[in-house]
């Protein structure tokens, strides 16, 4: 039996960065949190914590953090289905979760708002790519996340959530300028990109012209609003999601590059089999919202 001491230290130290970070969270002192901790090692027979210029966890850690989160979350539960049970016992849940920028941007945080409000949810959001967001799933650093990856992780549920189709935009002067020469006339200038995690150019490359690994200039640009400031700019060309295109109002205009060549992203939302239910009510809302907003099969 894991001692629920030495879990809550270790995740005070993984959550806060530091030992002393973490003694201060706890109210105790900085050798209490790291007899905790060593005690905890030794009991498992192997290091749980990187001790370095910068503390991270190992795989064993992430893994134990996890489970200490599942663990806050159903006595959450517990405490607030117990007979008679007062304000004290309804305390504010944290869950946290990871969604790409574009999702965050349009459907995700008006389908989640109404259930974080109505269940006394607080939502903790970690921003990185569609195709990325699986491993803060699997280090354990989150409930669940919207992403590409169809097949489910060790102990996971992937639940297909629609479709979110980008378009190849640009400011109408630079599409005129090209004079359809595309694409080769348009490689020549730069394309806008998210960051460099940011896939979209390639795969609307790859899939409309059979152009693999092609070269051109690019800014990096990674903030939604900015993003498509920048291609208002005429920085360059890239690729906007069609939800938040027509979301578009009082913005300078965009013009689709190629009309009718759209690239489709398939988005799961892969989360924890074994969910706590302030979880499964935040599953059950970013499904909801998905159905209503992104495209379905």
């Known amino acids: 039996?894991?001692?629920?001491?030495?879990?809550?230290?270790?995740?005070a130290v993984i959550e806060t960065g530091s030992f002393g970070a973490?003694?201060?969270?706890?109210?105790?002192?900085?050798?209490?949190?790291?007899?905790?901790?060593?005690?905890?090692?030794?009991?498992?027979?192997?290091?749980?914590?990187?001790?370095?210029?910068q503390l991270r966890a190992t795989p064993a850690g992430q893994a134990l953090l996890g489970h200490t989160r599942q663990l806050r979350l159903m006595e959450a539960d517990l405490l607030a289905g117990l007979p008679g049970a007062?304000?004290?016992?309804?305390?504010?849940?944290?869950?946290?979760?990871?969604?790409?920028?574009?999702?965050?941007?349009?459907?995700?945080?008006?389908?989640?708002?109404?259930?974080l409000q109505t269940h006394r949810l607080l939502l903790e959001v970690l921003v990185d790519d569609q195709d990325h967001t699986q491993g803060a799933l699997a280090s354990g650093d989150?409930?669940?996340?919207?992403?590409?990856?169809?097949?489910?992780?060790?102990?996971c549920v992937?639940?297909?959530?629609?479709?979110?189709?980008?378009?190849?935009?640009?400011?109408?002067?630079?599409?005129?300028?090209?004079s359809g020469a595309i694409p080769h006339r348009m490689l020549r200038s730069p394309a806008?990109?998210?960051?460099?995690?940011?896939?979209?150019?390639?795969?609307?490359?790859?899939?409309?012209?059979?152009?693999?690994?092609?070269?051109?200039?690019?800014?990096?640009?990674?903030?939604?609003?900015?993003?498509?400031?920048?291609?208002?700019?005429?920085?360059?060309?890239?690729?906007?999601?069609e939800l938040l295109l027509q979301a578009r109002t009082r913005r300078a205009p965009l013009q689709e590059v190629v009309p009718g060549q759209p690239v489709d992203v398939l988005l799961y939302w892969?989360?924890?089999?074994r969910e706590p239910l302030a979880a499964q009510r935040l599953t059950q809302a970013i499904k909801a919202a998905a159905r209503e907003c992104l495209l379905q099969d």
Request: glycine content about 6%.
């Open 1 to 11: 039996m894991l001692d629920a001491r030495q879990l809550d230290a270790l995740a």
């Open 22 to 53: 973490a003694a201060k969270a706890l109210s105790l002192t900085l050798a209490a949190v790291s007899l905790r901790i060593k005690s905890l090692e030794e009991t498992l027979g192997q290091r749980l914590l990187v001790r370095g210029k």
């Open 86 to 115: 007062g304000s004290s016992a309804a305390a504010m849940q944290s869950l946290s979760v990871a969604v790409n920028a574009d999702s965050l941007a349009s459907w995700f945080l008006p389908g989640v708002a109404p259930v």
């Open 142 to 155: 989150v409930v669940g996340c919207v992403t590409t990856l169809a097949r489910p992780m060790r102990g």
């Open 158 to 178: 992937a639940e297909p959530l629609g479709i979110m189709r980008y378009r190849c935009m640009a400011a109408p002067a630079m599409v005129e300028a090209w």
């Open 192 to 241: 806008v990109i998210f960051n460099r995690k940011d896939a979209m150019q390639d795969a609307w490359l790859a899939q409309h012209y059979q152009l693999q690994g092609a070269l051109y200039p690019r800014h990096f640009v990674p903030a939604v609003d900015a993003f498509e400031l920048a291609l208002e700019l005429g920085m360059g060309w890239g690729m906007v999601p």
């Open 270 to 273: 892969q989360h924890w089999a």
